[in-house]
């Protein structure tokens, strides 16, 4: 049997748009998604082209097999699926949705990755390369599918990417001209099974790197640190808790640049609209690859200050009856969570729990640090973090048996000079459809009151 077709797997925005990537190149494609309660026509009808495109829903027939040259993941499929590894049997490469761009990518390429401030980070550079260059395309995790945009790249245009450990899970030939890992702390181990694994796979973003190209890494993370004695890459460091002799380093509330331990002051932090000091990493992660991209650094500076927070990561909301409100949605891990609950600057009740994703709770409970007046929990989780609270002796917490039930909780109990936080320190699945879905509902909660 003739082997022309490639197989996509994965009917969401990244495999609608991988598809038409690939009919717009002249491919055929099988599209296949295991979810049988589709409705076909719908699926079709997202397609910019159905020429060339055969679905299937549910199941893949067999004899499919034997016409593959290639197959196409989107990031939800996880690798050692019963599927995957089938194809694989077969001789089949199989490859991710960002591979498959990065193959038709003609300009030049930045990627973002980090258990926590991918997105932020991503945004930030997206807005300063914007801001400077003409072409800029700003893709992967963040919502807009790489394959989507890198039709209209060219030799001078720059893709800005933010990469999840899913997505580097099937990189083959992927190789940014400027990488950067932000930190890296147990996250979706239910997918990776182990911590090595996970390390192993964010340290990927930069496999093919060379010392002619640049990898960004956070000097306050150990594992990073390591592993930049071990690659080739050209490491720049930022540290927000020491000086450092080269590199980026955030202190007295200020960001430095040093260079042979001469050192340059770039900004305040009050000349910033985003908080916490995660965000100051953030910040020093993107000035370090415009930089090292090229871009003059007055103009570097001039795009952070204009640069707004990102929805959903501890983003103000609004003050209603002296009460300030924060949506931190995409703090879906622990991490991520503790860096929303250490930006309050108020007596907190917090909304916590969700989906669970093999976590541990104990780094979350201990950062609250007095500030936490009460922990209203939610989810499946909402059990485990109970316990996990005793057990540091917190017990000013609270079941919700809704979301809604949640919010009224907090509203009831807070006063003026409170604040009320959505970081749930897990994923929205089960209760929503995703953690956008999950902020904008109690945004729209807070809008009402």
Partial sequence: M????????????????????????????????SNDKLDEQAVLGRLART????????????????ELKLAVLSPGVPVDSAMVVELKKAG??????????????KGNLIAITGTNGKTTTTALVGKIMSDFYDKVFVVGNIGNPY??????TGASSVSVAEISSFQLETIVDFKPCISAILNITPD???????????????EAICVNQTSSDHVILNYEDPVLREFASATPVSVVFFSSARELKDGYYYKDDAIFKAVGGVSEHLINADEMSIIGLHNMENAMAAIAMADVYGVP?????????EFKAVEHRIEFVAEKNGVRYYNDSKGTNVDAAIKGIKAMKRPTFLIGGGYDKGSSYDEWIEAFDGKVKKLVLIGATRNAIAECAKKHGFNDYVFADSFRDAFDIC??????????LLSPACASW????????????????????
């Fill in 297 to 305: 650094m007055e103009r570097i500076l001039a795009s952070v200050r």
């Fill in 188 to 202: 979706h181990l239910n997918r990776h099974h182990t911590l090595d694994k996970y390390i192993e796979v964010k």
């Fill in 51 to 66: 020429e060339g495109v055969s679905l299937y829903l549910g199941k893949l027939p067999e004899d499919t097999l034997g």
């Fill in 147 to 152: 394959t989507k945009e890198v039709s209209g």
């Fill in 430 to 449: 089960g209760m929503f459809e995703n953690y956008e879905q999950r902020g904008n509902i109690f945004k729209e909660y807070v809008n009402s009151l």
């Fill in 2 to 33: 003739d082997r022309n077709k490639i197989l996509v797997v994965g009917t969401g925005l990244s495999g609608v748009s991988a598809c038409d990537l690939l009919t717009g190149n002249g491919e055929s494609c099988i599209l296949f998604d």
């Fill in 92 to 105: 089949i490469p199989v490859i991710g949705e960002v591979e498959l761009a990065y193959r038709y990518d």
């Fill in 411 to 420: 509203v009831k109990g807070a006063g003026d000079g409170d604040c009320v």
